[in-house]
């Protein structure tokens, strides 16, 4: 057993992990450490190589590069049903032509368990996962929710140390979605097992995660809890790719403005006082301004100078109003409680809530 | 670090070991019977081996002699326009009568049915039927004179110029069914909201199939094409069981000249030359096909 | 339930705003049986069907006619006066040189030589499918191009190698070396249909089976396998065609007392005694041509079925 | 013993033929397994030999004796029968002598010849010019003066099949009687390129086109349904070999009466030996190989000979035996054999694959009617002063 | 030309509609009036038959019973080119081999509209949707979105009244979804045209609509603006559909306490007083109360009394945070700002906002 003092206390880790397909580099060097008991979501849009890292970890794609640790044992060359995974996909991939019972109980089966500690495991993982009634039935006959249960359990059955996921609910509608998700969650909270989640929607990814990665172009950007990621975007990219609608970016330059910094686009003087890092600031250097629909807002002052901006586009949302505001040549997303409703064309005046603004360098990208 | 990572590194050669075994049949097949087969067959067609195989070597001899033999220029006239012919006839009619099949029809099983039949019979029977239909004493021709028409001719089994078109009607006979099989399958497979649009936009049903469907179809095309052409490559039987390559030497294949040297006249040299002929032919279609089609290997995630 | 009310206090708000149904056409547009439209589908589908009918028709009326009604003249006619004296023939009298046992000998040969080839050549090819399509190894996709080119190789170029070869291993002329034959040629297309097949079944399958810890035979027996019945079926009808009707394989590697039905049809065919007795012939077409005749007719819908699922592909 | 015997003689008379000798063979204790393959050599020839060099040979095989097996033998594939022979002394009672000739190899005896065949008759039908209302033809000139009157009647004056040998025989026929026994050799046995191309060919060729023009309207593929043709009185005539003889046998045709046969068309009488031979492949088994030898012997048994032959409706190999039952056209043949007018067939002197370019050659000479004489004979040339 | 004054000035008009496949009746005598220039969304799960409804508007399904007036005529049995529509497919439907300009202008062409003609209006659509650089590429060189707009540029140069949309967005992922609903908003704002548009994504409904019809098995629940489905919804099984988490609902009776009427449920009293009707509300009627997660306040007093809940499980999505909490044996979502932080199983005080709520009879599931 290779175990590695610097590996042994994290669930799965990988080192410098590279790979690729004929000539694409689809994973470059990765490096990760997932914590026992951790829940992880790897996030990105699609194409970015998130399926093909748990494909990897999974055993199911072979590195090109680098290792794969798991529970402190090298598994880079194990096969997927000796790292101690279960998985979990999109489309469920359940065995057609097995009953729910059988789709469980198969790789214990091929395992050669003893049909006592078959039953057992199978009775268990229904009982957490309330599919008792449907065990006879076949996947053709259950709901889609009902068919991702199912698929969970199998995982669950294989009594192991780290679930993999992918896009579990990506193929289910939103209703069942928001519900599944609350049931994974809750899954975590009761077994505690290490997860990692692939999705590309963000709601699941804040929702579920103890931490996140955020990938692009099979580099992982950003590592870390949700909130985090949500206030303190590492960088443009993923300030542009976490939040809904996107956080809205100003293009223009720090300036000297009184007492402290100012930021300046289109001739329109933004006050960074209240900006929490605001020490780091120098005038002349080109930025990029981030501010989160919900931080701006409309006719109601919190501190700082207002701007006049015209209501170009209302989207009431039930909860929220979204408004997409003409301001100084831009256009900007703002969130106002779903219960106030404006007239396209309406003037207003915005008030931006600088301390949890972003600015980013504009060459870099890099927050500030 | 990298140290131990290596040393766990299975040899690659014994990675999925089972689906390498499992493979051998396979590559024993390809290897030793399509390439060597092959290789062997071209070797030899530089020799001039007779009634057996002998490394006796006589350059490019029997290519000369194969093209300037009329019967083999002949075959492969006759190859190229039975198989012009067929591939355009075959993909027209079954193309029309999977449309027709498509249009939600009534008794659809019973025409499928009808139309595949023929598919089911071997060459040997279609040949033998097609020859009596067509017998000039028995079959067409007769009938239609005896009901008052004396002068009608429809002979083309005993007619050098039109006895190719005889083999076709049996070919089309035999093989239109599949083809229409297939094209139905692609029919099927396009996409319900593609005829919504067309009709919304007013486009007639069969400027539709000619602008829309078919391209569309491509892949279904080529798959059948590819059917379609292996099988003029290898016409054979057809031939034989109709008219033996005649009258005179006017439907001969290229395949019944490969077989008749080979065999019948005892020169193998000569056989293998025509085979390596033939062999070039289908390698100059198929190789860049195949090259795209499997080559690049398909994009999986 | 709630629909109920609902459709009720809903249809009744929409109702007090307009009336009911105004003037002009409602509902489904009228659609005459003997539109112009139907009339050329089905008289353009009649008439193609009694173009695949007529040999069959031909092919029965002659077998039931005799001799002298044939000389008469009109093979479109049916018989006068049928008589089963050709079938009766064809299937046991007619003779070959000196042998009189017409094609019943051939038919027990066929299907000596079709039920192990069938079998065989699929399951090898299945096999080859399955493992082109979920582990590839390097060089398997160079193995399968070889295999589909070929399919094209006109067999004359292949039958003398493989002579010798068989002849090596000792297998000659034994019902071995010509499953193997036909196995062989079966290949590269039914290679290709169980490839196509088992890449259009979803992959994450495969990858679950695997995570389950099933390995190579596992996944195909317990996880493919029960999936493939539609291209079993293709397969099995193309190979139970094929194989049935082969001709110059039968002739070439086997001998005469193993003969399959081909043979002797051919054989009868062409031992012409005086005069073709067409009769006899046709009622021999048949009964060689009805084994595939029938696998079609019994599994035909399964056949376009699974063609839609492995052959075509987007 | 069971011994399997491969042959591809199944049309009516023939198969009559071989159960003789079939009869024969097993009247020694052993068992004649027959082994039929229909169409013609051309289509069984193949098989036989695929069979022999795939290692599964058959007890005994059908050759045209002559050059067909030439190689079988010199790859050691099939047995010497040199012992039988000289027991048997065949070398005494073979006639003639060029028949075993043929079958001799580096001086070893490697077949056993059962008939003469000659290709060199014309059958004609007396009803079919009974009802054209001219005389029965003495000779081919004759019979291509009355061809019109026959195509008035509606009737098709010569009748040939679609198969490619026929088209060749006939042309070696007319060779034959047109041109000479001497041309004949010269350009089948000297291979001489000059006489092929020179005006005595140039003749045959002017007869093979009146043939050619005198056979349209045929519509048949297979000899026996051309012979056919020729006894239902649908032809005027045939230019075929002996082995016609047993389908008029068969259909119960009197030569004389019903039919006229014309040796050499009726103006060279002179005939080829050609003929079929039994091969023995070399086989392991002792038992087999005794049987073979059996067989050997009796296919040469005078008794076998004759009852054979007879069905067959060729001649007897050896001189020794007494035909009393031969037909009138046999009688001819034999007379003609008695005096030594005999040629060597085709197949013993041209290998198979120059006769497969000479039937190419005729039988699309025979079907396009386009294809001059002339450019016939420039490509004849071409074969000849290629062959071997 | 039947022009009935009934539905002169509705541009689609649809009367007693019902559709039969064979024994199955998928939309039941349906009466929908669409007005001139609004913008309708059809909205309801799966299978519910809205893509059938817009199929028959569309002309491409036969009704089995009922008309349709288009502008004033009657078009049930028109051909779908004669009915001046245009429609939007969920897979776009364009026609691969065919370079955007062509699949523009295909249908142009065969009607033989001169080639000027043409070119003015495949210019003018491109100039609207952007896609004036893409013309000459084929589909399979366009992103989703791109491919979207080009579908839509379909329905647009073909000068029509009525523009249908069958869930057009579905196929793209949410951020291209919810840059496209703008557009299709902004086009609307622009064109002026009916547009019927066919969703299961209560969003783009809400976002979008200028009223929502709801179906549930081929009949129409409610027709009615965005605000009052989402405020007002006309029974339980809108409510339940509309609002993401769905709205809580509490089975129990309504009760006299005090001075006002009460609800009440596994023994906890919920104050009406504050309730829009309540003077329909009669004691002892069973019924539901239906409270949004955004309406029920943690820590924090909107009037009423206060209920004490625990805290199971807590899902950050950015701007807001989910709460789902145990109160008094039920389940309960309650959606806070997104700053905010509970730890899991925390005690918290919920107050329930009753001037939005809704009650619904118990039996009949109709809001009172
Ligand atoms: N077998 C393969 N051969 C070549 N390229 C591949 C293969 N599998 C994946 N890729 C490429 O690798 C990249 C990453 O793919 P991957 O499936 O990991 O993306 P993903 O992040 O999971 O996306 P999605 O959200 O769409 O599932 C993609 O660009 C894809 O085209
Ligand atoms: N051709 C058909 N034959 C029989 N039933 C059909 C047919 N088309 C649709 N249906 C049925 O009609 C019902 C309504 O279908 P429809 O496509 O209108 O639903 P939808 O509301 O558009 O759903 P989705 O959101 O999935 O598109 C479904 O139950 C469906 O099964
Ligand atoms: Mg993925
Ligand atoms: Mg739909």
Redesign the interface.
Known sequence: M?V?SSVSNSSVSI?DLSLNF?AVSVLKDLNLDINDGEFLVLLG??GCGK?TLL?CI???L?ASE??IFIKGK?V??E???DRG???V?????????MTVEKNLS??LR??KVPQAEIDKRVARASEILQIQPLLKRKPAELSGGQRQRV?IG?ALV?DVDVFLF?EPLSNL???LR?EL??EI??LH?SLKNTMIYVT????EA???ADRIAIMKSGIIQQLDD??TI?NRPRNLFVAGF?????MNFLRGELVKSGDGIAFSANGVIFSLAAYDANEVLQPGRKVVLGV???HIKVNENVGGEEHDATVD?E?????DN?L?LKHAGHTMSV?VN?AR?FN?GAKVKLSFDMTVASVFDAESELRL | MTGQAQAGRPIKLLRNLNAKIASIPMILTALVIFVGGTFWTVFYSFTNSKLLPRLSFVGIDQYERLWAAPRWVTAIENLALYGVLSLIFSLVIGFMLAALMDQKIRFENTFRTIFLYPFALSFIVTGLVWQWVLNPDFGIQSVVRSMGWTSFTFNPLYTPEIVIYGILIAALWQGTGLVMCLMLAGLRGIDEDIWKAARVDGIPMWKTYLFIVIPMMRPVFITTIVIIASGIVKVYDLVVAQTSGGPGISSEVPAKYVYDYMFQAQNLGQGFAASTMMLVTVAIIIVPWAYLEFGGGRKRG | MADVGTLNTTVAGIDAVAPRLGEGPSGAKPRPALSSRNIMLYGTLTIAALYYLLPLYVMVVTSLKGMPEIRLGNIFSPPMEITFEPWVKAWAEACTGLNCDGLSRGFWNSVRITVPSVIISIAIASVNGYALANWRFKGSELFFSILIIGAFIPYQVMIYPIVIILREIGIYGTLTGLVIVHSIFGMPILTLLFRNYFVSLPEELFKAARVDGAGFWQIFLKIMLPMSLPIFVVAMILQVTGIWNDFLFGVVFTRPDTYPMTVQLNNIVNSVQGVKEYNVNMAATILTGLVPLIVYFVSGRLFVRGIAAGAVKG | TDLEVTHWWTSGGESAAVAELAKAFDATGNHWVDGAIAGSGGTARPIMISRITGGDPMGATQFNHGRQAEELVQAGLMRDLTDVATAEHWKDIIRPASLLDSCTIDGKIYCAPVNIHSWQWLWLSNAAFKKAGVEVPKNWDEFVAAAPALEKAGIIPLAVGGQPWQATGAFDVLMVAVAGKDTFNKVFKDKDAEVAAGPEIAKVFKAADDARRMAKGSNVQDWNQATNLVITGKAGGQIMGDWAQGEFALAGQKAGTDYTCLPGLGVNEIISTGGDAFYFPLLKDEEKSKAQAVLAKTLLDPKTQVAFNLKKGSLPVRGDVDLAAANDCMKKGLDILAKGNVIQGTDQLLSADSQKQKEDLFSEFFANPSMTPEDAQKRFAKIIASAD
């Open positions: 290779n590695n080192k004929g849009s699609s399926s494909n999974a055993g199911l072979d680098g290792q090298n880079t060359w096969e997927p049903k995974i279960g998985m996909f999109q489309s469920y991939a359940l065995y057609p032509q198969f790789g091929v395992a698929a199998r294989r992918d509608d939103a209703k928001s998700r609350v969650k809750r909270q590309h929607d963000q709601i804040l929702t579920l949700p909130t949500y976490i939040g809904s609608p996107s989160r629909p919900e586009i989207e009431p949302m039930g909860a979204l997409w969130r779903g409703r396209v």
